[in-house]
């Protein structure tokens, strides 16, 4: 009796999931649809409210830049739009990223995280031995033409790094929980 039971829940289950792929499938004239990788109505309301105000903080961002600082550009540079072209250089690879990873799996994007955590990690230690101040900024690493601060790009692999170790906290052993406290004190110590 069981077993029949199963086999009716299993096929509920697997019709519910071809209803929904077949009816969420989609739909290139609509730009929600083409961009997101969930039909928008079945997202939940704080990953609505995220994404609304990620546009709505990158639009602002650039109006605001263009406005304040038009006046140092063209006295400085000789071009009123040279900051506001420079930030949206940069904002387009920075939509593209977050594209890539709005798409991407969770799994797929902790399998790459932990050695590109290590690898800004390290470079963090490396500004404190060859880094340098751009414009009052410190911390500053200089590799080959390009100028980087690691310490702001590691901040989204630590909270996928945090995120990880604290969904296993309770499989961790005492003696590797203190060494990760430790671990903390050490960085503590590094950066003040």
């Not at 792929?21 to 083409?34: A, D, G, R, T």
């Not at 390009?146 to 901040?155: D, G, W």
Request: aromatic content about 14%; charged content about 20%; proline content about 4%.
């Amino acid at each position: 009796m069981e077993i029949s039971q199963e086999k009716i829940k299993y096929k509920r289950i697997s019709k519910r999931k071809k209803n929904i792929s077949s009816n969420y499938k989609k739909n290139p004239n609509n730009l929600k649809e083409s961009i997101f990788p969930l039909p928008w109505t079945i997202w939940p309301y704080e990953a609505k409210i995220l994404i609304t105000l990620i546009g709505i903080w990158s639009i602002l961002g650039i109006c605001i830049l263009g406005s304040s600082s038009w006046w140092v550009a063209s006295r400085e540079m000789g071009n009123w739009a040279y900051f506001l072209k420079k930030q949206i250089i940069w904002t387009i690879p920075g939509i593209g990223l977050f594209y890539f990873v709005l798409n991407t799996k969770i799994r797929n994007l902790l399998k790459f995280s932990r050695i590109i955590f290590y690898v800004l990690f390290f470079l963090i230690f490396l500004t404190n031995i060859t880094g340098i101040t751009v414009n009052g900024s410190s911390r500053w690493l200089i590799i080959g033409i390009l100028r980087l601060q690691p310490s702001e790009l590691i901040k989204p692999f630590l909270i996928l790094e945090a995120s990880n170790l604290f969904a296993h906290w309770d499989l961790i052993k005492n003696d590797k929980k203190s060494n990760f406290n430790n671990l903390l004190w050490v960085i503590n110590l590094i950066n003040t």
